[in-house]
């Protein structure tokens, strides 16, 4: 079971989340717990390691304390036995004054390393896990927090994006947990870090707490992995656009990595890859619902007759870039140049889409890598004689239809095109992978919720 910020934003959410385990071990299973770090927790961490660099030590220390007395009150709150309280307190405090001096280590040299950087923001999980453990405890259970590296995660030292090393991490975890969770004690584990061979802290990446909880599931070969929210499950199109949004109660890894990667931000892509390496399904339950079954993610789609479309999600806030000349026909190598100057900069590519004329590549960068992924490539590319214009546009969306029963039926895309221009929405640029699972397109941003609630109508989304 994994449990995200809003999961455990106080104390009162730590200990419903704490009944949710308690309720399923008292009748039999086995669990092991993922926490992430309280809600905005990672946030705070971040302005703090920012302002630390630049020596700003009234503002660390007091970013310090607020978060422990957050902890403080949320423990506090969720737990009722002195003797577990002041246990937990303890370790609070202890991680907090290192949380400090290390902050003010920082402050001191005034530089942030990529490393000491990880280690900062590892304290949000770090707190997490024990608190949680502790309320566990309170409510009848034998529990233990663990941070990733304990359980034998194992990393490159790519800090900031380290990528789990499998075939030493699964074996490992599997040693660390097995026989504890046989003799009846329920792992709480820190998300979103782990450590090199070296036994030095590293990060996987925001979202990694998903990416941890498919880690632990696969190296303990659980039945499945439960990713606890506060919605009800994966829907046919975000329901704050759509009114009439429909509950999706299955749905395939790679239809839900598409889903993940434009925008339905419910489960990290990383973490639904794991899992359809290793056979693990996958499981959206509701915080609120308990009870309900949730959306459950499976290898193999199952494609109903006329269900051609699954879901229609969207990306907002980004902007367009334009490379063109007529020099650039017959120019194989420019089109890895371009992506190289971006990789260089830091930008994430959303799309990319060529004409057939090899005479423009367009790509949608986030809004806000856009001036500066412009900035790039026109310093890089215009004193060169392929490239006439480096041309942005800002202030679009990308809109993506998903769904395996597109693979082989014809028309889909001349459907959806013809949808959009019923609605007279402009196209700015168009994407088709060859797996077929999904069209996206790029619009004006103010064309955005009529285009989803257009497209999900015409395909009968709402039931």
Not at 405 to 415: E, K, L, Q, S
């Amino acid at each position: 079971m994994k449990f995200g910020g809003v999961s455990v934003a106080d104390g009162a959410k730590f200990r419903k989340v704490g009944s949710i385990v308690q309720r399923y071990v008292s009748r039999g299973d086995q669990v092991a717990v993922v926490t992430s770090a309280m809600h905005s927790v990672t946030n705070t961490l971040t302005d703090a390691a920012t302002q630390a660099s630049r020596k700003k030590r009234d503002y660390v220390k007091k970013a310090a304390d607020d978060l422990a007395e957050r902890h403080r009150k949320a423990a506090e709150d969720s737990i009722e036995d002195k003797e577990i309280r002041a246990r937990t307190l303890e370790s609070l405090s202890a991680t907090c004054e290192d949380l400090k001096n290390v902050l003010l280590g920082i402050a001191h040299i005034g530089e942030l390393t990529p490393r000491s950087r990880d280690y900062v923001l590892g304290f949000g999980e770090r707190l997490s896990a024990p608190l949680l453990a502790g309320v566990l405890e309170d409510l009848g259970l034998k529990a233990r927090a663990f941070t990733g590296g304990e359980v034998g995660i194992v990393t490159d030292d790519d800090y900031g994006s380290a990528q789990p090393l499998m075939n030493v991490t699964t074996l490992q975890v599997r040693q660390a947990l097995e026989p504890l969770m046989e003799d009846g004690v329920t792992p709480v584990i820190s998300g979103f870090i782990a450590q090199t061979q070296e036994g030095i802290q590293t990060t996987m990446g925001r979202g990694g707490s998903d990416f941890t909880a498919s880690i632990v599931g696969a190296s303990i070969r659980c039945d499945e992995v439960w990713v606890w929210k506060d919605v009800d499950g994966l829907m046919t199109a975000n329901p704050k656009l759509v009114k009439n949004a429909r509950f999706i109660d299955s749905i395939s890894f790679a239809e839900a990595m598409e889903l993940a990667h434009f925008g339905a931000e419910v489960i990290h892509p990383k973490a639904l890859e794991c899992a359809a390496r290793y056979q693990l399904p996958f499981r959206v339950k509701s915080i609120a619902d308990p009870d309900r079954q949730g959306s459950s993610i499976v290898s193999e789609a199952k494609v109903k007759d006329g269900d051609v479309v699954k879901a229609i999600t969207n990306i907002n806030d980004v902007d367009l870039i334009t490379v063109s000349g007529a020099s650039m026909v017959g120019t194989p190598r420019l089109p890895a140049k371009v992506l190289q100057i971006l990789t260089d900069e830091a930008i994430d590519v959303l799309m990319i889409s060529q004409s057939s004329s090899e005479e423009s590549i367009t790509l949608a960068i986030p809004k806000e890598g856009g001036s500066k992924a412009q900035n790039a490539l026109e310093l890089s590319l215009l004193g060169s004689k392929q490239v006439r214009e480096v041309s942005m546009e800002a202030g679009l969306s990308i809109v993506a239809v998903v769904g395996a029963g597109m693979r082989g039926t014809p028309g889909v895309a001349a459907r959806v095109f013809t949808t959009m221009a019923r609605e007279g929405i402009n196209i700015r640029a168009i994407a088709q992978g060859s797996s077929e699972l999904n069209i996206s397109f790029i619009i004006k941003r103010k064309d955005t919720e009529r285009a989803i609630q257009a497209l999900h109508d015409d395909f009968k989304l709402g039931g």
